[in-house]
């Protein structure tokens, strides 16, 4: 299975487990739900977001003071891909989100991209905006994203004009 359609899986998985299918979907109440904080944090100006899991602690993530709301929304939703593939065994990582994030040159980025995109941006929901005929814009506001996010996200459902 290739790391699009793995993200793609645990994104459905997780959102069916902590959500529901209303948008826009919150990821930071999701973290919660699955026993991670969530904490706005002064980051340095190339990191938007980290998630810090230490040994018999709950998982933790940062998200820069500074961000947008949907870039949060969307670093947090990443972070949370992260600790899916990752999982909250007894052990010890830290993961920071800052610009190699979106180069796609690591295979964990990738996932976490993806399942961002994936939870945020629910494909049937995606699928039915589009096929009523909702402008981008219209859409990004609905599901909480950057106009960057939304047309990749449809580009990528091969929905995009």
Not at 2 to 16: F, H
Not at 51 to 78: M, Q, V, W
Not at 114 to 121: D, K, S, T, V
Request: a negative charge; proline letters at 4%; one cysteine or more.
């Amino acid at each position: 299975m290739d790391v699009k359609t793995e993200a793609t899986n645990k994104a459905q998985e997780v959102l069916a487990a902590h959500w529901g299918e209303a948008i826009p979907v919150d990821p930071a109440q999701i973290a919660r739900k699955m026993g991670i904080e969530v904490a706005s944090a002064q980051l340095d100006p190339d990191v938007a977001g980290a998630i810090e899991k230490r040994h018999g602690h709950p998982a933790i993530i940062y998200l820069s003071a500074g961000d947008h709301p949907n870039r949060k929304r969307f670093t947090c939703a990443h972070e949370v891909g992260h600790f899916v593939r990752n999982g909250n065994e007894n052990f010890e990582y830290v993961d920071y989100r800052d610009g190699t994030a979106s180069m796609g040159i690591d295979e964990d980025e990738r996932f976490a991209n993806a399942f961002a995109a994936a939870l945020l941006m629910p494909e049937r929901e995606v699928r039915r905006l589009h096929g009523l005929g909702m402008p981008e814009g219209e859409m990004c506001g609905a599901f909480g994203v950057s106009e960057a996010a939304m047309v990749n996200r449809l580009k990528n459902l091969n929905l995009y004009r």
